[in-house]
């Protein structure tokens, strides 16, 4: 077999998986949104179930998959393998839990033990299958129809198309579910406290310097005091504040460049930049913090962290890159 041979077998895979996605995708209509609304109404307060997510075999694995994808957008979600369930793990199911069953069959053995636990207690069923009419089909309350299209490995029939159809619809009932409840960033980041996405999406207010590292003068303040107080902080800017605490402009090493002659002539009033034009709310995300300094132009490394005009802190490039950011 040549590396042609080789390359040409991989496309074949993927245009065999992505031909039958786009029919899955069309073919998506009325059980998908009831299926959400049962999964969100399970969850809705005062309610408190879980989305039991069930299987064998390598639908099993997907299911765990779709459950681990579901608690991380913040959907109480589990995994009960359908083995285990027939040796106590079904008292792990509740009367107010929807159980979501994947099988590309419907007739798996092992699902029959979940799913006449599911009747008899009234615990809805959501059945993820290619087969409606199978006894995974007529027993679930709502049915997930998978497009039963070949599986890429057809000679051996390997789960291939069949798994990736099944992750895909997960992923698909995660999103539409989490942005049904208005899921936020800011609660994603609870979830994802690890690794660049969980510093990505941490805020301005958890990686700025407090008000005592504050580079700040007031608009009267002699060049020759306000240079002071930029070396001294060490941030290559100071702050002009009002009275009142409110940030006024700022001045930074450009600034003294265009003010080079008769510098220490002037106040920080009449040096300063109006404004700032970036700033950023205590509430921004690190992520989105790191795309203003650069973007729009011109670039810059430090930003005030500012809160009804008041600057509450101090971000510098330098602390996004600890945290991971980049």
Same mark, same amino acid.
Request: aromatic fraction near 4%; proline fraction near 6%.
């Given at each position: 077999?040549?590396?042609?041979?080789?390359?040409?077998?991989?496309?074949?895979?993927?245009?065999?998986?992505?031909? /039958?996605?786009?029919?899955?995708?069309?073919?998506?209509?009325?059980?998908?949104?009831?299926?959400?609304?049962?999964?969100?109404?399970?969850?809705?307060?005062?309610?408190?179930?879980?989305?039991?997510?069930?299987?064998?075999? !390598?639908?099993?694995?997907?299911?765990?998959?779709?459950?681990?994808?579901?608690?991380?957008?913040?959907?109480? %979600?589990?995994?009960?393998?359908?083995?285990?369930?027939?040796?106590?793990?079904?008292? @792990?199911?509740?009367?107010?839990?929807?159980?979501? /069953?994947?099988?590309?069959?419907?007739?798996?053995?092992?699902? %029959?033990?979940?799913?006449?636990?599911?009747?008899?207690?009234?615990?809805?069923?959501?059945?993820?299958?290619?087969?409606?009419?199978?006894?995974?089909?007529?027993?679930?309350?709502?049915?997930?129809?998978?497009?039963?299209?070949?599986?890429?490995?057809?000679?051996?029939? /390997?789960?291939?198309?069949?798994?990736?159809?099944?992750?895909?619809?997960?992923?698909?009932?995660?999103? %539409?579910?989490?942005?049904?409840?208005?899921?936020?960033?800011?609660?994603?980041?609870?979830?994802?406290?690890?690794?660049?996405?969980?510093? @990505?999406?941490?805020?301005?207010?958890?990686?700025?310097?407090?008000?005592?590292?504050?580079?700040?003068?007031?608009?009267?303040?002699?060049?020759?005091?306000?240079?002071?107080?930029?070396?001294? !902080?060490?941030?290559?800017?100071?702050?002009?504040?009002?009275?009142?605490?409110?940030?006024?402009?700022?001045?930074?090493?450009?600034?003294?460049?265009?003010?080079?002659?008769?510098?220490?002539?002037?106040?920080?009033?009449?040096? @300063?930049?109006?404004?700032?034009? !970036?700033?950023?709310?205590?509430?921004?995300?690190?992520?989105?913090?790191?795309?203003?300094?650069?973007?729009?132009?011109?670039?810059?490394?430090?930003?005030?962290?500012?809160?009804?005009? !008041?600057?509450?802190?101090?971000?510098?490039?330098?602390?996004?890159?600890?945290?991971?950011?980049?």
């Amino acid at each position: 077999m040549t590396r042609h041979d080789t390359i040409a077998v991989g496309r074949r895979v993927l245009e065999t998986e992505s031909e /039958a996605l786009g029919r899955m995708a069309a073919g998506l209509g009325e059980p998908f949104a009831e299926a959400v609304e049962m999964l969100f109404q399970a969850q809705d307060a005062p309610r408190s179930g879980r989305i039991v997510c069930t299987g064998i075999g !390598k639908s099993g694995h997907v299911a765990r998959k779709v459950a681990a994808t579901l608690a991380s957008t913040g959907s109480a %979600a589990i995994f009960v393998h359908a083995s285990e369930a027939s040796h106590g793990d079904l008292g @792990m199911i509740g009367a107010d839990d929807v159980i979501l /069953a994947l099988s590309k069959t419907g007739e798996t053995r092992e699902l %029959a033990d979940v799913i006449a636990y599911a009747a008899r207690f009234h615990i809805p069923l959501i059945g993820m299958t290619t087969a409606p009419e199978s006894a995974l089909g007529l027993a679930s309350d709502i049915v997930l129809q998978l497009p039963d299209a070949p599986e890429a490995a057809a000679a051996v029939n /390997a789960p291939t198309t069949s798994t990736t159809l099944q992750i895909a619809l997960g992923d698909a009932l995660a999103v %539409a579910l989490l942005e049904r409840r208005g899921f936020r960033p800011e609660q994603f980041r609870d979830f994802h406290p690890g690794g660049k996405l969980g510093a @990505m999406l941490r805020t301005a207010a958890d990686l700025m310097h407090g008000r005592e590292e504050l580079p700040l003068v007031a608009p009267g303040t002699p060049m020759r005091e306000a240079l002071l107080v930029m070396s001294e !902080k060490r941030w290559g800017i100071v702050g002009v504040v009002d009275p009142q605490g409110r940030l006024l402009g700022a001045i930074t090493d450009g600034d003294l460049r265009r003010h080079i002659e008769g510098l220490l002539d002037h106040t920080a009033g009449e040096v @300063m930049t109006p404004g700032p034009r !970036k700033t950023a709310p205590p509430g921004m995300l690190a992520g989105e913090a790191l795309a203003l300094m650069s973007d729009p132009p011109p670039a810059v490394t430090v930003l005030f962290v500012v809160e009804d005009g !008041k600057p509450l802190g101090i971000l510098h490039v330098h602390d996004l890159l600890r945290a991971g950011v980049m």
